[in-house]
């Protein structure tokens, strides 16, 4: 069971350095409060991601609205390894998705 431990955290270590592995990649958010996070998501059959998530950061500590949902959308990052970042757009009331 270690070796099936290990082989885990490896790939998740890949993904978390932007490494497409199995349809699947770490994609970097950029500000608000999930900023400096990564999101693991699967690609579609383009290789494109998720055009965007919303969430909300819960108890996290900061100025942020815990009722509110964060909206972040895909953008193009030639610079990153992934080659995408999720960038921040705003806040929406927590009943917008």
């Not at 082989?7 to 970097?28: F, P, Q, S």
């Not at 996290?60 to 509110?68: D, F, M, Q």
């Not at 964060?70 to 927590?94: F, K």
Request: hydrophobic share 35%.
């Amino acid at each position: 069971m270690g070796d099936e431990i290990s082989e885990h955290l490896a790939l998740i270590r890949r993904w978390l350095a932007g490494e497409t592995v199995n349809n699947t990649v770490g994609i970097k958010i950029v500000s608000g409060p999930f900023g400096g996070r990564t999101k693991i998501v699967e690609l579609d059959q383009s290789g494109l991601p998720p055009a965007g998530f919303r969430g909300r950061p819960g108890r996290t500590p900061g100025p942020w609205n815990s009722a509110a949902n964060h909206t972040y959308l895909a953008v193009r990052a030639p610079d990153t390894s992934a080659g995408w970042i999720y960038e921040y757009a705003g806040v929406g009331a927590a009943g917008d998705g």
